[in-house]
């Protein structure tokens, strides 16, 4: 019997796995298809054989979670990390504007990266961060308004112009929220602003891997629990949640296993938690039963492959466009570029294309592209990969801020994790971390109480 099983092998679930193993309690975590990574996972294309990512994943480096975690796991040289925040943009009308943060003590180094940034007339920065501060002193203020409006409402009340949404606001809400802004709360947009902006130049530069995902995580983390007396299994599909007397009493598994342990962990996403518990469980506890109301947004990522290289930057913005991002694969993973190109275009919140077919999707993307980047028009497409991602976050509307359940559940031997959770950040790779992490905590805790327990019984 393990003191404590985690179910899902994402982010949230290795990263409790591996707290829970670094303070030697026997963990054993279960994923259900035959690889680990979830959400954010790395695979073979076929037709290039080169690794891929289900979906270019940014972080920051204010993701001081991740950073642990990774440190713990030995991965952190996997990652490049800027030295400061450079984020370059191109707009069809204006042409290339570049937000970049000089070393200045905070927020000076915001105010010069943003009227520094020419997308915008001087009047328009002024009002991006005349209206960027006034959200920080909401945030710090706690200010109840912010709980109750959308991005969009917030930005009324801050009295950004179109122009000022079009070029900064949108972008920087819909790569950090994945959701349209007339949708997104704005709670969590000053959050990402208080964590991300203007708390030091350090949490503000872009951190990307160097690897595919997979190999980003999954295989130290895994390497680290087996080191330490743990399990990691794959193929291990728990359809089942036991509860009795108001506790879990065991997991039933796809393969008519049963495991049972002193503390389980939930580490999968809501769509996949509600169907595994107890019918009763659902109507008699409104934090979980709620769960199903939290919706998914999706994101889009377009795969490209030219035949010449097309951008020297590791990645830039588009702005007022469907494609979100571009990101050179040849720079992020030092591949070599001179057979030609490998680019990923991302769109975020992309309920507008993503149930069309691949081929209309590589159409509309490549139209945005050519019309962005220079050379892009006579460029040759040798290959295409589009990868649909239709669950790809939680939805972050001011409904779902409400929803997200704690990491303690009203059963005491039962602990959440999971990038939706209620961490008080968006659904990202930071926030499944902390969850982690913090769902671990708990569950130790439990767990130690449940063996001191059964020595007790032993015992006596
Ligand atoms: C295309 C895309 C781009 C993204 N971009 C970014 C980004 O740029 N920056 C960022 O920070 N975040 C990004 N994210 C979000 C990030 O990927 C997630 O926040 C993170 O991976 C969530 O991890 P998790 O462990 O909470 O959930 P998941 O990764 O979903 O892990 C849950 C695991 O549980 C398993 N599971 C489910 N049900 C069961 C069951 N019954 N039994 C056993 N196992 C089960 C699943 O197979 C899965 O492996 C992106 C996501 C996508 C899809």
Redesign the pocket.
């Known amino acids: 019997m393990s003191d404590v099983i985690v179910?899902?092998?994402?982010?949230?679930?290795?990263a409790a796995g591996v707290a829970l193993a670094a303070e030697g309690v026997r963990v054993t975590v279960?994923?259900?298809?035959p690889f680990?990574?979830?959400?954010?996972y790395s695979y073979t294309d076929a037709a290039t054989g080169e690794t891929i990512d289900?979906?270019?994943?940014?972080?920051m480096g204010c993701?001081h979670h991740m950073f642990r975690f990774l440190e713990r796991i030995g991965a952190s040289d996997k990652l490049a990390i800027q030295s400061g925040l450079r984020v370059p943009m191109l707009d069809a009308e204006r042409g290339r504007g570049v937000i970049t943060c000089p070393a200045l003590p905070n927020p000076l180094h915001m105010a010069a990266g943003v009227l520094g940034y020419r997308l915008l007339d001087l009047g328009d920065r002024a009002r991006v961060l005349v209206g960027g501060l006034r959200l920080l002193a909401m945030k710090r203020r706690c200010d109840p308004r912010l709980a109750t409006l959308t991005v969009d409402a917030v930005l009324d009340l801050l009295r950004q112009p179109q122009a000022t949404r079009r070029a900064f606001w949108y972008p920087v809400a819909i790569?950090t929220l994945?959701e349209d802004p007339a949708l997104a709360s704005a709670d969590l947009l000053a959050e990402v602003m208080v964590r991300a902006f203007f708390s030091g130049k350090e949490n503000a530069r872009f951190v990307l891997a160097r690897v595919g995902l997979s190999d980003l995580y999954t295989v130290d983390a895994r390497r680290f629990i087996e080191e330490r007396g743990g399990r990691v299994e794959t193929k291990?599909?728990?359809?089942g949640i036991g509860v009795r007397a108001g506790e879990v009493t065991h997991l039933e598994l796809r393969d008519g296993r049963r495991m049972t342990a002193h503390a389980y962990v939930s580490?999968?996403?809501p769509q996949?938690?509600f169907p595994?518990l107890p019918l009763a469980i659902r109507r008699d506890l409104p934090a979980l039963g709620a769960i199903e109301r939290l919706a998914s947004s999706p994101?889009v990522?377009v795969h490209v492959w030219f035949d010449r290289p097309l951008l020297r930057d590791d990645f830039i913005g588009f702005v007022g466009t469907q494609t979100h991002w571009c990101f050179n694969r040849d720079k992020i993973t030092g591949r070599d570029p001179r057979g030609g190109s490998y680019l990923t275009f991302?769109s975020s919140g992309a309920r507008a294309i993503v149930d069309l077919e691949a081929d209309a999707i590589v159409a509309a993307t490549l139209a945005d592209v050519r019309h962005l980047l220079p050379g892009a028009a006579a460029a040759t497409v040798r290959h295409t990969q589009v990868?649909k991602?239709k669950f790809?976050?939680m939805s972050p509307t001011i409904e779902a801020e409400r929803l997200r359940p704690t990491a303690a559940t009203p059963l005491p031997n039962f602990f959440l994790?999971?990038?939706?959770t209620a961490t008080g950040l968006p659904?990202?790779?930071?926030?499944?971390v902390q969850?982690?992490h913090r769902a671990a905590e708990l569950a130790a805790r439990c767990a130690a109480q449940g063996v001191r327990r059964e020595e007790a019984r032993a015992a006596s």
Do not use: C
């Open positions: 179910i899902g092998g994402g982010f949230a679930g290795l279960l994923e259900k298809r680990l990574g979830g959400r954010a289900n979906g270019q994943h940014a972080m993701y790569a994945n291990a599909h728990v359809v580490a999968v996403p996949g938690l595994i994101i990522s991302v990868v991602e790809a976050t994790a999971g990038d939706w659904a990202t790779i930071e926030s499944a969850s982690g």
